[in-house]
């Protein structure tokens, strides 16, 4: 086996995953080459000190407040998932949906109230040029047909007809 | 009593099976995260969190593969979610002006009344070898961690790291070989 191929294969035969045969030869390389037994005792330093890395023990609450959190997704009704979003995105998450749905109700109450017709007795008959030419006189208007400020205009029209 | 047949009394909400499974695995799930990300309070916070996860699906475990593979994975998983989150967090508070406050990762070894001298040492080099960890990617840290203070097998890190064996093989290879450089100077 050459030093190169030994080299590769240095950090599997320290963790002893090697085939046993592979290990054998990995093993008698080491005896007989001097740089590949360096560079194996110099991995086997790093794991050496690696070792020294102290170990910490649990807080002696550690069980119980796990305790207190399993019974917690039943008390406060929020799935930890559903809570974990929140903490995360917290703030910015209800803003946007807020916004989100501000912006759909909006939209959907300024087209409908636009586009009803709440006024059906007063609409007069008229040919189709006619009516193509007041629609397009429309975009004149303080509040063009369509939008949300029209069909608040109207409504509040619709409501001072009917209080007569 | 086996890790699995816990998992099924837990399963049917038996608290004392829980107890007893938490408080066989807690100290080594706690040192992996510890050793993952440095940080002694967010380890005690994490850990809880992973078996708040094992408690939860519970009914859902099925035993395939050994239960410290399955519980380990889901530490891995919580660890790098936590490394992505807290990432996230440093680049929001890029945009506040509170700049006082510590970015966090840094351990509180500091914090301690005064120690004999070899405990500070002993310390000080514990210090600087969560350092040398820290400064890994994520998945050679991880697989160095399992490897070397769980004894894991390449398989099982396999499997936890959902990828395949020859590519443990090389994430350790690299881990090994970065670490030889950090800890140079602590073995001299």
């Known amino acids: ?164 | 009593m086996p890790n699995e047949e816990l998992m099924v009394r837990i399963a049917k909400g038996d608290e004392y099976a829980f107890q007893i499974l938490v408080e066989r695995h807690q100290t080594s799930l706690l040192n992996l995260i510890y050793r993952f990300l440095g940080d002694r309070t967010k380890s005690q916070d994490l850990a809880q969190e992973v078996f708040l996860r094992v408690w939860q699906a519970a009914r859902s475990y099925e035993p395939k593969a050994k239960f410290t593979t399955w519980l380990y994975r889901i530490a891995a998983n919580i660890c790098l979610n936590e490394l992505k989150a807290s990432r996230r967090k440093k680049w929001l508070r890029f945009f506040h002006v509170d700049r006082g406050e510590q970015a966090g990762g840094e351990d509180d070894f500091s914090n301690g009344s005064p120690s004999p001298e070899d405990l500070l040492l002993a310390r000080e080099r514990s210090r600087q070898i969560t350092s040398a960890l820290q400064s890994l990617p994520e998945n050679q840290r991880m697989a160095l961690i399992l490897k070397r203070y769980d004894d894991l097998s390449y398989g099982e890190i396999a499997h936890i790291l959902n990828c395949s064996v020859s590519a443990v093989e090389s994430l350790l290879v690299r881990a090994k070989k970065n670490l030889q450089e950090k800890l140079k100077f602590l073995k001299s």
């Open chain 1, 1 to 164: 086996m050459k030093c190169r191929s030994v080299q590769k294969k240095l950090s599997a035969y320290q963790d002893g995953e090697l085939k046993p045969l592979e290990q054998e030869e990995v093993n008698r390389h080491l005896l007989s080459c001097r740089s590949c037994r360096e560079e194996y005792e110099q991995l086997e330093g790093v794991w050496q000190t690696l070792g020294r890395l102290e170990e910490i023990r649990p807080d002696p609450w550690f069980y119980g407040q796990l305790a207190r959190k399993i019974k917690e997704p039943l008390e406060h009704g929020l799935s930890p998932a559903i809570q974990r979003v929140f903490q995360t995105f917290g703030g910015p998450a209800i803003a946007s949906i807020i916004l989100v749905i501000g912006l759909v109700a909006g939209s959907y109450l300024g087209s409908n109230l636009a586009r009803r017709d709440l006024f059906p007795s007063q609409s007069i008959p008229v040919s189709y040029s006619q009516s193509a030419f007041f629609a397009s006189m429309s975009v004149f208007d303080p509040a063009p047909p369509g939008t949300f400020a029209e069909g608040y205009l109207r409504m509040a029209g619709y409501k001072e007809n009917e209080s007569r």
